[in-house]
C-alpha cells in the first residue's frame, strides 16, 4: 500500500503557463516533505522541501504548499520552462526515526509544450 | 560537487546468476541507500545503511542483500537473479541527521535479466 501518492502519472502544460503537480500521504508521522526531479538516464536531483511546521516554501519559480489536515502538498511551477520537462517525485520522510528513510511516490512525467 | 558513482550504467544478466551491483560515494556522507525503480511504482526502497557494516532492511529486502565494508561504498548484491529483478537501480547517499533531505543519488543501473 503506497504510503506517498502522485495520481496523476503525466501532465503537459504550455510554457509560460503554471503547472501543479500533486501529491498526497497517509503516514500521519511524515513530518518532512521533499520534491526530486529527474530527466532520463540522470539520477534525481532534489528539487525543494518543506518541514511540516510550514505550509509554504518558496524557491524561484518553484513552490510547494503543504496541507497537513488533508494529508496534501502541491508543487507549483511559474512560470513553467521546455527544462522544466522531467518526471517528478514527491517523498516524505518522518524524523528522528527510520535513519533518515525516505518515501517516493510513483512521479509525475510533466512536458512544458513551447 | 558531491558524486555518487554506480559502477555500470547497463548491466545484461542470466536468471540464477549473482550480480553485483556498485556504488562510491565521495562525500563522507553516513547514509547510503539502494532503490530500485520501476513504472508506476516510483523508487521503492531496498536497503539501507548508516554506518559503515550496518544495514537495515527496506521496504522490499526479499532477494537482495548489501555489504558496507567502507564508509564510502555500498553494494548491492542479487544472491540469484531472477526476471522480476529487472529494473533500473539507483544508489543514493545523504548524511546523517537531514531528515532525509538531499539525498545525492547515482545516474542508476538498468539491469536486465534473461
Known amino acids: 500500500d503506497q504510503q506517498v501518492k502522485q495520481n496523476s502519472p503525466s501532465l503537459s502544460v504550455q510554457e509560460g503557463r503554471i503547472s501543479i503537480l500533486n501529491c498526497d500521504y497517509t503516514?500521519?508521522?511524515?513530518?518532512?516533505f521533499l520534491w526530486y526531479k529527474k530527466y532520463p538516464a540522470e539520477g534525481p536531483t532534489f528539487l525543494i522541501s518543506?518541514?511540516?511546521?510550514?505550509d509554504k516554501n518558496e524557491d524561484g519559480r518553484f513552490t510547494v504548499f503543504l496541507n497537513k489536515s488533508a494529508k496534501h502538498l502541491s508543487l507549483h511551477i511559474v512560470p513553467s520552462q521546455p527544462g522544466d520537462s522531467a518526471v517528478y517525485f514527491c517523498?516524505?520522510?518522518?524524523?528522528?526515526?527510520?535513519?533518515?528513510?525516505?518515501?517516493f511516490g510513483p512521479g509525475t512525467s510533466l512536458s512544458v509544450i513551447p | 560537487d558531491v558524486k555518487v558513482t554506480q559502477s555500470s550504467r547497463y548491466l545484461v544478466k542470466r536468471t540464477g546468476e549473482k550480480v553485483f551491483l556498485e556504488c562510491v560515494q565521495d562525500m563522507d556522507h553516513e547514509n547510503m541507500f539502494w532503490y530500485r525503480q520501476d513504472p508506476g511504482l516510483g523508487l521503492r526502497l531496498i536497503y539501507f545503511?548508516?554506518?559503515?557494516?550496518?544495514?537495515e532492511k527496506g521496504d522490499i529486502p526479499e532477494g537482495y542483500s548489501v555489504s558496507r565494508e567502507k564508509k564510502e561504498r555500498f553494494s548491492l548484491i542479487l544472491e540469484s537473479a531472477s526476471t522480476n529483478q529487472t529494473s533500473m537501480y539507483l544508489c543514493?547517499?545523504?548524511?546523517?541527521?537531514?531528515?532525509?533531505?538531499?539525498?545525492?543519488f547515482g545516474s542508476g543501473t538498468q539491469l536486465s535479466v534473461l
Open positions: 545503511s548508516y554506518d559503515v557494516k550496518m544495514k
Open positions: 543514493a547517499s545523504s548524511y546523517r541527521g537531514q531528515g532525509g533531505e538531499k539525498l545525492f
Open positions: 503516514n500521519s508521522m511524515f513530518d518532512y
Open positions: 517523498a516524505a520522510s518522518a524524523r528522528p526515526t527510520s535513519y533518515d528513510k525516505v518515501i
Open positions: 518543506i518541514s511540516s511546521i510550514k
